[in-house]
Every structure is written in C-alpha cells, then in structure tokens.
C-alpha cells in the first residue's frame, strides 16, 4: 500500500530555524513535492526532490532519503510570513500525487 | 502572467441544489485536476484530464461530475450537493505528469457552502 505522514502541528519562535519532517511508503516512487498553504489559500510550489540529497532555494532547503522513504522540509531565519501549512507529497508509479494531510507551523515573536 | 483562475471564489448553495465551479487556465497545460479539500486534510484528487481524457478516482462519489470543452476550461458539476459536499475545491494545472519536475500550479480555489 501507500501512505506519508507528517506532523500535525509545529511551533517555532521568528528568526529561528525549523525542519518539517516527512515519511512515506511506496512501492513506485517518482519524486517528492513540498508546497506551502496560507490559511483559506491554494497550495504554491516550493520544492521538488527525486534524487537523494538536500535541494536549497533560498531560506528553504528539501531533503530527500529514498532509501529511508523520508524527507524534511527545513526553514530557517523565520518569518511570521510563513505561518501556514505544509504539505508534503510523492508522485507514484502511476505519476499521481500522493498528498500528506500538512503540517501547521505555528510562528510566535 | 500566466494563472489558474476559478469562479466564483465562493459558493453558497442549498442542499440538493446543482452547483457548477469553473476553472480556466492561461498556461497551455495538457493535465488539469480538481481536488476536494477540507479542512486540516490532504486535498483528495476526485478525477484529471489529460488532454480530452478523463479518469476519475475509483472513491468519487457519482455526485461528481466534470467537463473539459477545451484544452483552457473545465468545470466541476455536484449535481446534489450534500452537508459533506462543504469544502474547498481547488483545480490545478500541470504538464506531463511523466516527466520530471511537474508541478502542479492551483488556481485560488472555489469555497463551497451548503445550507
């Protein structure tokens, strides 16, 4: 079968560094996908991983462990701007996206 | 620039009461997506057109129905909305799901309410 999991809910103070983890099953596996989600807001692209190793973009890195089946999601030097849900999702043998519920991070002063 | 545009942003209908979302897309992408989601869960893909093809999920309810007149528009049609049909409904555009890094791009999403 298929499943990804990922925290609820995290909490993390402004100007701090946070890592979002990810886990998931599959026997096909055709990448991993990280997006961001405001509150009432469509999810928006920020990583994609098919190759083990850490993708950075900015304040935003990805990691990818294909043979751990997990991922990680790091954000550093918070803002409050980035209080919303992520959410983490694989694309399977048939190219379909597998999406975790996301996990709401929660950023405090 | 080009978007995912959907109408209208809300919708309030009465139990029962057919409803259709519309979504129209600037980017010339050959796959389009509608996914229900609620709150605090994963959006839940209920069919895709890639091109003129249509597949739909194996758990979407009857309900549900979708069109694609063309490569830009497709609408989602509930033909007897339901207390459990209140959601967001988002559609999303992609290329080839086969190659590569294709993500998917939303457009802002159409909250539906039932009374």
């Known amino acids: 079968g298929q499943n990804i999991d990922q925290p609820t809910e995290m909490t993390a103070t402004e100007g701090a560094i946070v890592q979002i983890n990810c886990t998931y099953q599959?026997?096909?596996?055709?990448?991993l996908f990280w997006y961001q989600q405001h509150a009432g807001e469509a999810p928006t692209f920020l990583s994609y991983?098919?190759l083990d190793g850490l993708e950075e973009k900015g304040r935003f890195s990805s990691f990818l462990s294909r043979s751990k089946g997990y991922s990680y999601l790091l954000l550093k030097e918070l803002q409050m701007k980035d209080s919303a849900s992520y959410l983490c999702?694989?694309?399977?043998?048939?190219?379909?996206?597998?999406w975790g519920a996301g996990t709401k991070l929660i950023i405090k002063p | 620039d080009a978007m995912v545009i959907q109408n209208p942003r809300y919708q309030v209908t009465q139990f029962g009461k057919p409803v259709t979302l519309s979504c129209s897309q600037t980017?010339?992408?050959?796959?389009m997506y509608w996914y229900q989601q609620k709150s605090s869960q994963a959006p839940k893909l209920l069919f895709h057109?890639?091109?003129?093809?249509?597949?739909n999920e194996a758990d979407t309810p009857d309900n549900f129905q979708s069109r694609r007149p063309n490569t830009s528009f497709c609408f989602l049609d509930i033909r007897s909305p339901g207390l459990g049909d209140a959601a967001m409904y988002l559609c999303?555009?992609?290329?080839?799901?086969?190659?590569?890094?294709?993500?998917?791009?939303f457009g802002p999403g159409t909250r539906l309410t039932v009374l």
């Open positions: 999303a555009t992609s290329r080839d799901p086969g190659t590569g890094n294709n993500e998917q791009f």
């Open positions: 980017l010339n992408h050959n796959v």
């Open positions: 057109y890639y091109d003129k093809d249509f597949n």
């Open positions: 599959t026997s096909g596996f055709n990448g």
């Open positions: 991983n098919v």
């Open positions: 999702a694989f694309k399977d043998s048939n190219y379909q996206l597998i």
